[in-house]
T-cell receptor
Framework: GAVVSQHPSWVICKSGTSVKIECRSL??????MFWYRQFPKQSLMLMAT?????????EQGVEKDKFLINHASLTLSTLTVTSAHPEDSSFYIC????????????FGPGTRLLVL | RKEVEQDPGPFNVPEGATVAFNCTYS??????FFWYRQDCRKEPKLLMS???SGNEDGRFTAQLNRASQYISLLIRDSKLSDSATYLC??????????FGKGTMLLVSP
């Protein structure tokens, strides 16, 4: 199957700093990528849909000014958590949709964020 | 009613047992359905799609009942390596995925 990478795999930062997470589709082009967040023992929650060359679509309750998404190429989307706070600590997972298999999303390995 | 509802478990079964998970979804317009597997502290991985006619992949059988808005997954001859959380996933029709909280399976020797 298709491969999606995420970097970094984990990050620990101080409250108030910004953290950038990269999501790359390694062997296919992804017009659309998705960013999810998962708290312990909870389901994955879609945060936003990232569209190459246009603005991301955010889910209700997700602050677009706090979670900045950039999808500048067909293989890269970035999520920046600005002014991170301890409540932003979570498991952030991206997925990418292979346009040749429209219903299949391939997930990255996730990024664990811990804000102290 | 939650969009996708699953029994969180855990289901504790011995090796070789048959175990079944159920899932219900609220959006009757949902178009496609999946089971994903998520290991501890890892990303979800697609286990199988669920088709209206039911489908089987080795030891795994998935079924869909659109009238009852119900999806099932049957695992036969459980292996230790089947221990994981099984996520019921629904595409409500606009290319996004809605995840259930998952059902935890623990297979013991």
């Amino acid at each position: 199957g298709a491969v999606v990478s995420q970097h970094p795999s984990w990050v620990i930062c101080k409250s108030g700093t910004s953290v950038k997470i990269e999501c790359r589709s390694l062997d296919f082009q992804a017009t659309t990528m998705f960013w999810y967040r998962q708290f312990p023992k909870q389901s994955l929650m879609l945060m936003a849909t990232s569209n190459e060359g246009s603005k991301a679509t955010y889910e209700q309750g997700v602050e677009k000014d706090k979670f900045l998404i950039n999808h500048a190429s067909l293989t890269l989307s970035t999520l920046t958590v600005t002014s991170a706070h301890p409540e932003d600590s979570s498991f952030y997972i991206c997925s990418a949709r292979d346009e040749t298999e429209k219903e299949t999303q391939y997930f990255g390995p996730g990024t664990r964020l811990l804000v102290l | 009613r939650k969009e996708v509802e699953q029994d969180p478990g855990p289901f504790n079964v011995p090796e070789g047992a048959t175990v079944a998970f159920n899932c219900t979804y609220s959006n009757s317009a949902s178009q496609s359905f999946f089971w994903y597997r998520q290991d501890c502290r890892k990303e979800p991985k697609l286990l199988m799609s669920v088709y209206s006619s039911g489908n089987e992949d080795g030891r795994f059988t998935a079924q869909l009942n659109r009238a009852s808005q119900y999806i099932s997954l049957l695992i036969r001859d459980s292996k230790l390596s089947d221990s994981a959380t099984y996520l019921c996933v629904v595409n409500p029709g606009y290319s996004t995925l809605t995840f259930g909280k998952g059902t935890m399976l623990l297979v013991s020797p």
